[in-house]
């Protein structure tokens, strides 16, 4: 058992399912034209919102009016039913795993609202840097890194560093 107390054969083998994403990626590219991303779905969710309260802002900013070209829907996108079938892939896996039980990962010395108030403030944080990064960590690093994106590479690298860098920081947090 590891430290979540679940068997380890309830996880996936991670070589074997960084294989599969690369076939999933490569699926994508060739049939599609498209890589994979998130950011742009969330991107589209907000503007399609936005929309509904207020289309007169819509309208006025050009970068969110892009979204809606020719009147179409932001919602009518790839990106939208890409994010949709992994959450519900996800859901799938963690019932057919028997994973799915609601419950919040974190360490000895953190509460639960402390550790939701940290997540909810690092997908803020990353949420802004993929808007600013033109891309998240899916698009840039998979989707960018698989078409050998310089840009791409340095992100991957500075995203793992930046992470290393932060989880030496944060270790007396979990243990």
């Known amino acids: 058992m590891n430290e979540l107390n679940r068997p380890e054969d309830r996880f996936w083998n991670p070589y074997l399912a ?3 994403l690369g076939l999933v990626l490569l699926t994508s590219l060739l049939v599609l034209g498209k890589g994979l991303g998130a950011s742009g779905a969330a991107n589209r969710l907000g503007v399609a919102t936005l929309s509904a309260v207020a289309p007169d802002k819509v309208a006025s ?10 009147g179409r829907s932001p919602l009518d996108n790839y990106y939208i039913f890409e994010v949709l079938g992994v959450f519900l892939g996800g859901l799938v896996s963690a019932y ?3 994973r799915l039980n609601p ?5 000895p010395r953190v509460t639960v609202a402390r550790r939701l108030v940290f997540a909810l403030i690092g997908g803020i944080i990353m949420g802004f840097a993929a808007r600013l990064g033109r891309g998240c960590t899916s698009g840039q690093a998979l989707s960018g890194g698989a078409l050998l994106s310089v840009g791409a590479w340095v992100f991957m690298f500075a995203v793992f560093g930046g992470g290393y860098a932060l989880a030496y920081s944060m270790r007396r947090q979990w243990t």
Do not use: Y
């Open 103 to 107: 419950h919040v990962v974190k360490g």
């Open 61 to 70: 900013n050009a970068f969110m009016a892009e979204t809606m070209q020719n």
């Open 18 to 20: 960084g294989i599969v």
């Open 96 to 98: 057919a795993a028997g």
